[in-house]
C-alpha cells in the first residue's frame, strides 16, 4: 500500500499537507506558513515533485522584487487512490476516489432488515475487487479503506459498539476488510465521516470551527473545533438523534409528534414523515398524498402549499430551527452546513431555518454563523471516507513532530 507516513519525512509530511489544504499555494507562503527556509521547502518539494505527490500547477502573482509570478504548488490528485464504505440503514455504498477527493466510480447495493455483516461484506469485497479491475489500479497507490457507519466506533477494535442497523454490533469490520486488502482500514461514525468531508472538500472548506448537521432516516451532527473533529470520550459527540424531545402542548399534539415520548432522531426522520402522512390521511386531512407518499412525494406537495403536507413541515421547521439555534449557542461556529436529502433536493427547508435562526435569543453567533447546504450532495459520506484516511495521514506529521521534541529533550537531559 502507499504509506506515506513511512515513505516521508517530517518536513514533507508537512508541506505536503500545506500543499494539499492552502494550494493551489507557492512556495515562498508555504516557507512563510511552516517557519521554514526557501531552501528547506525547495529541497523537500523537489523530492515530492520526485515521488509525483505534488506538481506545479500555475502561476500566481509577481513574488519578487524582479516581478517574476510565483509558481504555484498542488497535490496530484492522480498519485494515489482510497476505498470507501458507507454502511447505512437499507443501502451500503462503496467506492473509489483519487487524492482531490473526486468520486471515480460508486456502486450501490439494497440491505434487507435481516441483511447481515457475513452476508453483505463479501458481496462488498468483491465489488470492490471489480471496480479495482476495471479502472487497472495499481494497488502499491492505495491509501487506505475508509469505513462510515451509523453507530459509535470502537476504534481499537474496528467495530461499531452500539449502531443502528441491527446484528452489526461487535462485527469484526477492520480485520474482515485488512484479510481482503493488503492496507490501512479506519472506521468513523456516519455524520462524523460527512464533517470530516465537509472540512477537507466541501462547503466551508478548512473553517475551523464547523457543525455538520446530517438529517435523513434520523438525525446527527459533526463538530470541529480548531480544526480537530470532536469525537467525545465515548466516539458519542454529536449524537442528538438520542436527545429527549421536549416542546409545548399544540406541538405535542401535532400529527409529527403524534403525543408519545421520543427521541429527536426518531421524530424528524423519513419514517416518521410518512407516518406521519398516514395519520393525516386518517384524520381526513385535505392532501394531494397517498399512504404510499415518498419524501420526494412529501416535498413536492409542501412546494405546492397542500395543506398537510404544510402542517407536517411546518412542525418540522419549528424542531429544526430550535436544534441549529442551540447548536449555534453551544459551538459558536463559524459554519453550520445542513446535509442530508431534503436540503439537497429543495432550498425551501434550509430557507426556513433560517427564518426561525432569526428567533434567536443571542443575536451575536446567530448572525456570525454561515448557515449553507452542503455541496457534496449524496456522495458527501463517501467523500468523507476520503477525508478519513487524509486526517490520519495528516495526524502522522504532528505524531512526528512530537517524537523529534521528545528525542531532543532526551538529548539535553543527557
Known sequence: MLNLEKLLSQNELRIFKAVYEAGPVSRVKVARGLHLTRAAVSINIKRLKELNLIMEVGK????????????????????????????????????????????????????????????????????????????????????????????????????????????????????????????????????????????????????????????????????????????????????????????DLPTKKSILINDKPQCLGDIVSFTNIKASIKRGLKEDWQTSLTATATVKDFIEAVEQNDPLALHIFKTLNRILGAVCRNLIYTFNPQALVLSGPMFYHTPILADEVRNQLKKALLHSPVQAVELKTSMLGDNGVIIGCGALLLEHLFKASELKSMHSLTEVRHELVD
Not at 80 to 96: D, E, K, P, S, V
Open 60 to 247: 500566481g502573482h509577481s513574488g519578487d522584487r524582479r516581478g517574476r509570478r510565483e509558481v504555484l504548488l498542488g497535490v496530484n490528485a492522480e498519485a494515489g487512490i482510497m476505498i470507501a464504505i458507507h454502511l447505512a440503514r437499507g443501502q451500503a455504498t462503496y467506492g473509489i476516489l483519487n487524492f482531490g477527493g473526486k468520486v471515480l466510480t460508486k456502486r450501490s447495493i439494497t440491505l434487507q432488515p435481516d441483511s447481515t455483516p457475513d452476508l453483505v461484506m463479501p458481496v462488498v469485497v468483491a465489488g470492490l475487487q471489480d471496480l479495482i479491475e476495471e479502472l487497472n489500479i495499481d494497488h502499491s497507490t492505495l491509501l487506505g479503506i475508509g469505513v462510515a457507519v451509523p453507530g459509535i466506533i470502537n476504534y481499537n477494535e474496528g467495530h461499531v459498539i452500539e449502531c443502528t442497523i441491527p446484528g452489526w454490533e461487535k462485527y469484526p469490520l477492520k480485520r474482515f476488510l485488512e484479510s481482503h486488502f493488503d492496507t490501512r482500514v479506519l472506521l468513523e461514525n456516519d455524520v462524523k465521516t460527512l464533517t470530516l468531508g465537509e472540512f477537507q472538500f466541501g462547503t466551508n472548506r478548512h473553517i475551523s470551527n464547523l457543525v455538520c448537521l446530517l438529517m435523513a432516516d434520523g438525525i446527527g451532527v459533526g463538530i470541529t473545533i480548531e480544526g480537530r473533529l470532536m469525537r467525545g470520550v465515548t466516539a458519542s459527540a454529536g449524537e442528538i438523534g438520542f436527545q429527549e424531545f421536549i416542546l
